[in-house]
């Protein structure tokens, strides 16, 4: 494994040589049984970043000031993955994952706003990137909806959640962390923290989108509890943008038929 200096030095040459691609992971609405929006992810082509778990090299982007790059890279491929979808008669919404440090960077984030207004582009943010600069990143968050983007909070339950936090962010989704929803079928405390958070969220007025929805048993669980939305490899793994209309012209025969989500097509593992 490449050491930190190793990998900074890669993350800036992926970025100069434009080696980097965008996939993307459905969402199922569950009662309107079609997908709505999409999740993008970024992956790195280059053969030193291949292999590093994504996480840690959004950490070095951050360290070495290289998150800004990435993001806006990821922005201009997925404007122009969108206008390719439309093109094909789809037109989900797409959301990006946004750094903390990010979050707390007003010039940056007023810019994003103007790039992002009116594209059909979502922004996720995790609970812990407003611990960063509190006042200044639900500021900046403030901004991101008033420009109509709509908000999602990611990985909710993974960190130090706070209610005072989750009512002063103007979020219009709440997703709930993978961990939960991976002992959902054989813990007993676990369904009570799910259920009560999507009450919780329902009750100021956002939607709930269960992460890492792996089985039918779990999906018919989420459902019951009133869950909206499902992510997960039951539902379609990550994919490119010319599997991703494929995979969506093949799904759209179940759209409002109540057609069991296992029945769906799912990609290839190679794709993601």
């Known amino acids: 494994m490449p050491d930190e200096f190793e990998l900074a030095r890669a993350i800036y040459r992926a ?42 090299v959004f950490l070095i982007a951050e360290r070495i000031g290289a998150v800004e790059a990435l993001t806006d890279w990821l922005v201009e491929r997925i404007l122009a993955d969108r206008v390719l979808l439309a093109s094909d008669g789809f037109s989900p919404t797409i959301d990006i994952n946004l750094s903390g440090r990010l979050l707390s960077h007003r010039t940056y984030i007023d810019r994003l706003a103007v790039r992002l207004e009116g594209r059909g582009v979502g922004v996720e943010i995790t609970e812990t990137a407003v611990l960063f600069d509190p006042e200044e990143a639900i500021r900046n968050v403030n901004l991101l909806a008033e420009a109509g983007i709509r908000i999602a909070i990611d990985d909710y339950g993974s960190g130090f959640s706070s209610l005072a936090y989750l009512k002063d962010l103007p979020a219009h989704e709440l997703k ?93 593992a190679k794709q993601a």
């Open 15 to 56: 970025i100069e040589q434009d080696e980097l691609r965008s996939i993307y992971q459905p969402k199922l609405h569950c009662r309107q049984e079609r997908i709505n929006a999409v999740e993008a992810l970024t992956r790195f082509s280059l053969a030193e970043l291949a292999d590093v778990p994504v996480d840690r």
């Open 176 to 268: 709930i962390d993978r961990m939960f929803i991976k002992a959902l079928t054989t813990s007993h405390r676990d369904p009570l923290l799910v259920r009560s958070t999507i009450d919780l969220a329902h009750a100021l007025d956002m939607e709930v989108t269960a992460e890492g929805v792996d089985d039918p048993l779990s999906l018919s669980l989420l459902r019951v509890m009133g869950c909206d939305q499902v992510q997960g490899f039951l539902i379609a793994r990550p994919m490119e943008c010319a599997a991703l209309s494929a995979w969506l012209a093949d799904t759209r025969n179940f759209v409002g038929k109540g057609a069991a989500i296992v029945d769906l097509p799912v990609p290839d």
